[in-house]
C-alpha cells in the first residue's frame, strides 16, 4: 500500500508538525506500506524527500540536494503524486499530519477529496468546522453541550479596541481568556485580568486570525480523550493535564518538562464515563470521522465543560492521543492500521 505522509506546512504549528511526523514515520515502518514523505514549507513548497527523522525534526530536510519537488494534483484520473520531473507515484492513502492552518483546516481534506485520495483525517467541511472555534462553539451550543460563556471579535473593530475592551468586559468577568479562533497548539492564547491585558491579548490574537473568541475562566481540571472511529466512534480513557504554569501554553506543552499527564485522569468513575460520553456526542455534532482529541474542564462539582476539539492532534513524544490510544489498548502500529482502515471505509 502506497500512503503519502505529509508535514511542516504554512503554519504557525509547522515545527510541531516535524515532530509529530516522525512518531508517525516510525510507526508506518511496516513490509506493507511504502511511504512517500511529501515535506511543505514554510514558503509552501512541497518536497519529496528521503530525509531522516533527525533531520526531519532539525528542519535540515528542506537542504537535501535530493529533495524533490512533488504534488498531489487534484484531478482524480492521476490518483497520486506527480514529480517534478513527470514521474506519477500512485497513492491509496494520504496521511496528512498537518497541523493548523493550510491543513488541518480543511484544506488538505479538500485537496485529497478532488484527487480521490482516500484520507485519514475528517472530512473538508468538519476539519474546517472543527478549526474555526466559533463555528464550533455555534454547532456544540445548539446541540446542548455545555461549554464555557464566550463572544466573537472581529479584528476590523480593533480600531474602537476600548469599546471592544468593554463590551467583553459587560459579557464576561476577569479573568478572560483570548485567543484566535482558528489557530492550535496554544498559539496566540492571552489570560486577560484586566483592562490592560485585555486589550494586549485582543492585539496579540489579532496577528494570528482576523476572527478572535473572548471566553469565560472555567476553573477545574483540564481533561483530554482521544476519539477513533467513523459511524461507531469509540472514546479512550480520559488523560488529564497539570501544568507547571497558570494555563497550558505552547510552551508548555512541548517544552516544560515539569507538566504532568495522568491516565487515567484522577476523576470518580462516573465523571469519567460522563466524559466519554460527552466527546462522542461531540464528535458526532461536529461530523468528525476518522480521529480527533476532544479537551474538557470538569470543575469541583464535577459538571464537565468542553473546551476544544482538535482534528488533528499532535504525534509528538509527548503528546496525549496517541498515550490515550494505547492506554485504552490500540497501540501505535494497531493505531495506524486503524486509521487507515477507517479512511478506506470512508472512501468506499
Not at 49 to 73: F, M
Not at 323 to 338: C, D, Q, T
Request: proline letters at 4%; charged letters at 25%.
Amino acid at each position: 500500500m502506497n500512503i503519502a505522509v505529509l508535514f511542516g506546512g504554512k503554519s504557525s504549528e509547522h515545527e510541531v508538525s516535524c515532530s509529530s511526523v516522525c512518531n508517525v514515520l516510525r510507526l508506518l515502518r511496516d513490509e506493507k506500506y511504502t511511504v512517500y514523505k511529501i515535506g511543505i514549507t514554510k514558503a509552501g513548497a512541497w518536497l519529496m524527500t528521503e530525509a531522516s527523522e533527525e533531520e526531519i525534526k532539525s528542519g535540515r530536510w528542506e537542504n537535501r540536494p535530493d529533495n524533490e519537488a512533488a504534488w498531489i494534483l487534484p484531478d482524480p484520473s492521476v490518483h497520486g503524486l506527480r514529480t517534478a520531473e513527470g514521474r506519477v507515484l500512485p497513492i491509496d492513502v494520504a496521511f496528512p499530519v498537518l497541523h493548523g492552518k493550510n491543513g488541518e483546516d480543511g484544506a488538505a481534506a479538500a485537496l485529497f477529496q478532488l484527487a480521490g485520495i482516500p484520507q485519514v483525517t475528517t472530512s473538508m467541511t468538519s476539519a474546517a468546522n472543527s478549526m474555526d472555534k466559533m463555528l464550533t462553539k455555534i454547532i456544540c451550543g445548539r446541540a446542548g453541550i455545555c461549554q464555557a460563556a464566550w463572544t466573537a471579535v472581529y479584528s476590523r473593530e480593533l480600531s474602537d479596541l476600548g469599546g471592544v475592551a468593554a463590551r467583553i468586559e459587560a459579557e464576561i468577568p476577569y479573568p478572560v481568556f483570548v485567543k484566535p479562533a482558528s489557530a492550535g497548539s496554544s498559539v496566540g492564547i492571552s489570560k486577560c485580568r484586566n483592562r490592560q491585558e485585555l486589550e494586549a491579548g485582543l492585539r496579540l490574537a489579532a496577528e494570528h486570525d482576523f476572527k478572535i473568541i473572548a471566553e469565560e475562566t472555567i476553573e477545574g481540571q483540564e481533561i483530554e480523550v482521544a476519539v477513533l472511529g467513523n459511524d461507531a466512534p469509540m472514546a479512550s480513557q480520559p488523560g488529564e493535564i497539570a501544568p507547571a504554569v497558570e494555563f497550558y501554553t505552547y510552551e508548555a506543552k512541548y517544552h516544560d518538562e515539569n507538566s504532568r499527564l495522568f491516565i487515567p485522569a484522577r476523576l470518580d468513575e462516573q465523571v469519567r464515563e460522563r466524559v466519554r460520553e460527552e466527546a462522542i456526542r461531540v464528535f458526532r455534532a461536529m461530523e468528525c470521522s476518522g480521529f480527533a482529541r476532544v479537551d474538557f474542564f470538569v470543575k469541583k462539582d464535577g459538571t464537565v465543560v468542553f473546551n476544544e476539539l482538535n482534528t488533528m492532534p499532535g504525534f509528538t513524544d509527548i503528546s496525549m492521543y496517541p498515550k490515550l490510544m494505547e492506554y485504552s489498548g490500540v497501540n501505535g502500529e494497531a493505531l495506524m492500521e486503524r486509521m487507515i482502515a477507517l479512511a478506506l471505509e470512508r472512501a468506499e
